[in-house]
């Protein structure tokens, strides 16, 4: 739907608002909005330039504002625009402190406070690169996850979204033809998930890959169907033998694997404990 705008307007970097926005706009197909992304308001004279650009551009407002002024002052620009206004945090947290009791501290951008949480977060990110595509391995024992899988099966990207989880995550290829890492059949510690796919999906991906770094594709076993299925089956006999959790990344996002992935680990070191 072409000509419709959408302003999301923030006292802090907008993250929040815009994950929100992803989630709700995917249910509404063939609508693709402009958006016009408005953070970091906290004074009344940005207020008032995010209002000129909504009157510009007439179109819905969903905000995340704790300031009472400058909420006050974009919902009565909105009435005056007639256009809807929405603070889409506004029924969670008055939900949760009637329920817990306690007062609403109102300051913008706690979420990105520099606290315990956020150096796990950073030191989980450094552990993923450092140990991204087997590199690394003799100190598996140190990460909380390990993903092994053929390549192009999403292993890097879901070791990246643990990371923003705070968990330390790092990946090991499978190739078939090669010995497993001893390190990896040693490792006590952490949780080892098996990632596959699709074989003739895996083969497309692959295509695709090398069209992008422009090398041939028809003179080589990376994209022989037949010898793609044996990789995969290799693979997830290795996963089986050794006990592993396997998760088909075919149809899913990396977002759904990382879930399924942290509901393993969460029974996993329950188990541990």
């Given at each position: 739907?072409?000509?419709?705008?959408?302003?999301?307007?923030?006292?802090?970097?907008?993250?929040?608002?815009?994950?929100?926005?992803?989630?709700?706009?995917?249910?509404?197909?063939?609508?693709d909005p402009e958006e016009h992304v408005w953070s970091l308001v906290r004074t009344r004279g940005q207020m008032e330039k995010v209002l000129r650009g909504i009157e510009e551009s007439p179109g819905p407002v969903l905000f995340t504002l704790v300031n009472a002024a400058l909420r006050d002052h974009l919902i009565e620009g909105c009435r005056r625009i007639e256009v809807p206004c929405i603070a889409v945090l506004d029924p969670v947290i008055h939900r949760l402190a009637n329920w817990f009791e306690v007062e609403i501290r109102g300051r913008p951008g706690l979420q990105h406070a520099l606290d315990a949480e956020y150096f796990e977060r950073m030191d989980a990110m450094n552990f993923a690169l450092a140990h991204d595509d087997g590199q690394l391995g003799d100190d598996l024992n140190l990460a909380d996850v390990v993903l092994v899988g053929v390549s192009r099966t999403s292993k890097t990207p879901t070791c990246i979204y643990l990371a923003n989880r705070g968990i330390k995550a790092a990946n090991i290829p499978v190739v078939p033809g090669c010995p497993v890492p001893p390190n990896l059949l040693a490792a006590t510690r952490p949780l080892i998930v098996g990632l596959t796919k699709d074989p003739a999906q895996l083969v497309q991906v692959r295509r695709n890959r090398l069209r992008m770094i422009a090398k041939g594709q028809d003179e080589t076993d990376y994209v022989n169907p037949e010898s793609v299925r044996e990789e995969v089956s290799f693979a997830r006999k290795l996963c089986q033998r050794q006990g592993w959790p396997i998760i088909d990344v075919t149809r899913r996002s990396i977002e759904e694997t990382a879930a399924t992935i942290m509901g393993h680990f969460a029974r996993h070191r329950g188990a541990a404990e």
């Open positions: 739907m072409n000509g419709h705008h959408l302003h999301l307007v923030s006292d802090a970097t907008g993250e929040t608002l815009n994950s929100v926005t992803r989630a709700c706009l995917v249910q509404f197909e063939g609508v």
